[in-house]
């Protein structure tokens, strides 16, 4: 692997830290959709910056599209609180507006600027090595490495340095207000960390995939944690092996790396999603087939029960009967019944079914429970 | 150019029809989608639908419209059933699972679309048209699956218009009075699903959901009746698409989706603005008039109040002792009282009823106590 | 009702005025609350109960009128306030345990950057203790019933260590038992002399509850102490047509 690999994955890696970190308090915040909005928003603050400056790598860049992110929030904002428009109508008209115009201006002045309209969709993380900062004639590595290094080092400042304040704010926006923790000016600073994240992240991924990366580690971890700082780490955690997992699988298929890094955040979200202990979709279907399976065992036992000693028992305290009567299919009463037996619960001759003195005693317990 | 404008020719023609379907279909459903709260579903359903134009593509290595539909069709639906497992299973919120449909499913396009581009095919530079949209790749046979797919969207529409009216209004009512809701709304989000896809070779995948929010939000704003809001949106729509596809025909370099997106935001805005009642710019100035008046009317009180300490309810008051709203507002509210001949003010700093003034604040009074109304 | 000098009030409201477009939802509120005493705010849905307790914390921007709190404004008063949310404004599914709860209560003094300490735990885990949730310090707040999440609420409330309460109907969704202990312990702090202010809903309770009512719909129709001020004429002119419903003495569904 040579130095230009490895400066991508660095790359790579530290794009993905930087989005899951401020990624974290937008899921909590139900702002995950305000993430798609900022990095679709920010393009115009760098084209018009760019008309200012003239100058691809200035700092400028950044500052305007920051604050044209911010701006956007604050329009979208303005349209909720003038109660004309739902809250998802809102947030989904300004920053098509400011993308479209963004797009009109690098069309019609694409001769200017060296932006073109797919680099803002795929992003050019592939290109990475061959910008590199060199000061007195010294090579310092790629440009984006340093300023991408930078904003992940304000989003660790910023998660670190607020996190008691961050977590209050998100929880009980009202006692953050009561305490004077300014939660109004706490929500715009993280909108500013998620523009400044958006800009830098956006030159490397492009605009829509800064979305995957922003949303989906965080949500994986929101179905794994108990606590804020786990899913802080955790999404940290996720974000870098899904950028990791999506080099390589760019690498060894010959496709986009941005699309293959958001590719992998949904497969692990999906590993996520049918595997956590406590939210997956596998624990949950096999809670509800046990239970279930409990539940129709003590139907059985009770079934048994009522009819052991009468005269209609060998005819009802059969296993057909199951099938015919209880309406349930062959298979699951076969299950059922296997059930029954393993706990100890019943005997089976044929196809007669009889309680053993456990079954009967638990058939007590259970339609005393019921009445 | 203004020439050219006029001269109708045959490109011209197909791409005018194609922007005047997309703009009818879209508009259409816009208003169902934004009464509904799903504004943001079609932004979902844009993105979802891209990676099943690329896997379609990929599978007939040919631009067979239909087929490139069928997939987008396919893969949005795909999409729309993942939020509501995430939804479901999860306590994910909408607005999370809609972020992680959406980014995923077009990160898979993307890679998909860079592995075709490896491919020795020749038709596959007209896939990148699908990201922004351009009304200029647009065939005859585009428009024949486009103009059969519009109409059956039409036809649904009017065949279900009081079933969908209920759906957007009261599902849960609707439930109540034996309707099949689950099915009615697998319908509905299935004709959005086919609107947005319509409307991708146009607009393209990023800039689509504008199509599914601008046309209504404009529209609502004139009407609250749902049959104009949607009649009215559909022309919003149709007049964005068809305006927004002369600019970018005639423009050189002009990408089709921003110009109609572009267009049609400006409707919004000017309907945001200037809509008689709901209009924002009305709306700023009755908000002027409301706060005026009630300073006024809290003034009235407070004379009221103290009047009843006094024999003589017409006994002048310092401004100084009935102000609660601070000074400068406060003599504000007092002129604009005087202008309307409720308050005298006899001489310096006094202040008094009026006759009028005095049956005016025991009106008030009487509102405001008026038995179990409860504001 | 005496007059109460202005350095025996807790908070003194004047001229309160609250307003959303045209519609008044608190008109010219007065309201001199003495200190030490449990004080209820009742009254029909509507009626702006949530608005008065939220625009004395400094919450709602007042159309009019002022309000001063221990003789100056609520900004320099802040941790000598503590404050119970109403139920439905929080997210229960936020990833954090009920210690963690109790701690944020503890925030307004340590102030900007500064993280809780050891002496803050052992002021969160006391104030669990006291409301019986100290076995479940750990557990997530989702997997609390009702009552116990109201206890950890209430705990917060303690832990913030305050002269003055505010509580936006504790009793809300929580089973009699938790009921019992959330009046017991606030009746502990009245008896501290601390101040508490309770938007309250059950006409039926308010007498062995509180000390003084305030009974408002948009105006304050009446204010005091309870035995004064829980008049038939003043209930009436409350609640409207629905007291000939109160006066069977009847549960108040509201």
Request: hydrophobic share 50%.
């Amino acid at each position: 692997m040579g130095i230009e690999q490895l400066y991508i994955i660095i790359l790579a890696c530290i794009v993905a830290a930087s989005c899951s970190l401020c990624g974290v308090y937008l899921i909590l915040r139900r702002l995950a959709l305000i993430s798609d909005a900022i990095s679709h928003s920010v393009l115009l603050g760098i084209v018009c910056a760019f008309f200012l400056v003239h100058d691809l790598n200035s700092p400028i860049l950044i500052l305007g599209a920051t604050i044209t992110g911010v701006f956007m929030v604050f329009l979208t904002e303005l349209l909720i609180s003038s109660k004309r428009l739902k809250k998802d109508a809102s947030i989904g008209l300004v920053f098509p507006l400011f993308f479209s115009v963004s797009i009109l201006l690098i069309n019609l002045f694409a001769g200017d600027i060296h932006l073109d309209q797919d680099a803002v969709l795929l992003g050019e993380i592939a290109f990475t090595p061959f910008r590199l900062l060199s000061l007195w004639g010294l090579n310092l590595g790629p440009v984006s490495l340093w300023v991408m290094g930078g904003i992940l080092l304000l989003n660790i400042g910023f998660v670190l340095g607020f996190y008691k304040e961050l977590k209050l704010c998100t929880f009980d926006r009202g006692l953050a207000a009561m305490l004077g923790f300014f939660p109004t000016y706490i929500h715009y600073a993280l909108m500013s960390l998620v523009s400044v994240t958006a800009v830098g992240a956006f030159e490397s991924v492009g605009a829509i995939l800064v979305v995957a990366l922003m949303i989906v580690p965080p949500a994986s971890a929101y179905l794994l944690s108990r606590r804020l700082s786990h899913m802080i780490g955790l999404s940290v955690l996720f974000g870098i092996l899904s950028s990791l997992l999506g080099y390589f699988m760019a690498f060894y298929i010959n496709v986009s790396i941005a699309g293959s890094m958001a590719v992998m955040t949904g497969v692990l979200f999906g590993f996520v999603f049918i595997f956590s202990p406590s939210q997956g979709v596998l624990i949950k279907f096999l809670r509800y087939h046990k239970q279930r399976l409990r539940f129709s065992a003590n139907m059985l036992l009770i079934q048994l029960f009522d009819h052991e000693g009468t005269d209609t028992e060998k005819t009802e305290n059969t296993f057909s009967n199951l099938v015919i009567h209880m309406k349930w299919s062959y298979r699951f009463a076969n299950t059922v019944v296997a059930y029954a037996l393993q706990h100890g619960f019943i005997n089976r001759v044929d196809d007669y079914l009889s309680l053993t003195s456990l079954g009967r005693e638990k058939a007590r317990h259970v339609s005393v429970m019921d009445t | 150019m203004f020439v050219d404008l006029f001269h109708f020719n045959y490109t011209l023609g197909v791409v005018m029809s194609g922007a005047f379907i997309l703009g009818i279909s879209s508009g259409l459903l816009s208003s169902f989608a934004v009464l509904r709260q799903q504004s943001l579903l079609g932004d979902v359903i844009s993105h979802a639908a891209f990676p099943g134009i690329t896997l379609a593509f990929l599978w007939m290595m040919a631009k067979d419209p239909l087929g490139l539909f069928l997939g987008a069709i396919i893969s949005g639906w795909l999409g729309t059933l993942f939020v509501h497992a995430i939804v479901r299973y999860t306590s994910l919120t909408h607005d999370a699972a809609f972020g992680i449909v959406l980014s995923v499913f077009f990160g898979l396009g993307i890679v998909l679309l860079s592995y075709i581009q490896q491919t020795p095919s020749s038709e596959k530079a007209g896939l990148n048209s699908f990201l922004f949209g351009s009304a200029s790749t647009i065939l005859f046979q585009d428009l024949i699956t486009m103009g059969v797919f519009c109409l059956i969207i039409i036809i649904f529409i009017i065949l279900f218009w009081k079933e969908f009216k209920l759906l957007a209004f009261d599902p849960n009512f609707m439930n109540s009075l034996g309707f099949p809701v689950v099915k009615l709304d697998i319908l509905l989000t299935m004709l959005l699903v086919m609107a947005i896809v319509l409307g991708l070779q146009m607009v393209g995948v990023v800039l689509m959901s504008a199509m599914m929010i601008a046309p209504a939000a404009a529209a609502r704003q004139w009407t609250s009746h749902l049959g104009f809001t949607v009649l009215l949106s559909g022309f919003f729509g149709l007049l964005a698409g068809v305006i927004g596809t002369l600019f970018s025909n005639y423009i050189p370099h002009l990408s089709t989706g921003p110009m109609i997106v572009v267009v049609v935001s400006l409707f919004v805005i000017v309907s945001l603005l200037f809509a008689p009642h709901r209009g924002l710019i009305w709306n700023w100035i009755q908000t002027y008039y409301y706060r005026s008046n009630i300073r006024a009317n809290s003034m009235l009180m407070n004379m009221l109040l103290f009047s009843e300490t006094q024999t003589d309810p017409y006994h002048c008051h310092q401004l100084s002792a009935l102000s609660a709203i601070g000074r400068g507002p406060a003599l504000r509210a007092m002129h604009e009282l005087k202008r309307q001949q409720f308050v005298r003010n006899p001489e310096g700093d006094l202040w008094g009823f009026t006759k009028r003034g005095y049956q005016k604040a025991q009106r008030l009074q009487a509102t405001l106590f008026k038995d179990d109304h409860g504001y | 009702m005496k007059d109460l000098l202005d350095d025996e009030c807790s908070v003194i409201v004047q001229d309160l005025t609250v307003a959303y477009k045209e519609k008044p939802v608190l008109w010219d509120i007065d309201l001199k609350i003495p200190k030490g005493v449990l004080l209820a705010i009742v009254g029909p849905n509507g009626a702006g109960k949530t608005t008065l307790l939220r625009s004395i914390m400094g919450l709602i921007k007042p159309a009019a009128g002022n309000v001063s709190i221990f003789g100056q404004s609520i900004k320099k008063q802040k941790n000598t306030i503590g404050y119970m949310p109403q139920r439905g404004s929080v997210d229960w599914d936020f990833p954090t345990d009920a210690l963690d709860v109790v701690m944020m209560g503890r925030y307004g003094h340590l102030g900007w950057f500064r993280r809780p300490t050891k002496a803050d735990k052992k002021l969160a885990l006391d104030a669990l203790d006291r409301v019986g949730m100290l076995d479940f310090s750990d557990r997530q707040l989702n997997q609390l019933s009702g009552g116990q999440q109201q206890r950890v609420f209430l705990a917060r409330a303690l832990v913030q260590d305050a002269d003055l309460y505010f509580m936006d109907e504790p009793f809300v969704g929580v089973d009699a038992v938790t009921e019992q202990a959330i009046i017991g312990l606030l009746k502990e702090l009245r008896n501290q002399s601390k101040t508490v202010v309770v938007v309250h809903h059950d006409l039926q309770t308010l007498s062995d509850y509180f000390d003084w009512v305030s009974l408002l719909n948009v105006r304050q129709i009446a204010y005091g102490p309870v035995k004064d001020v829980l008049t038939n004429e003043n209930l009436r002119t409350t609640y409207g047509g629905r007291r000939a419903f109160l006066m069977a003495n009847q549960p108040f569904v509201d």
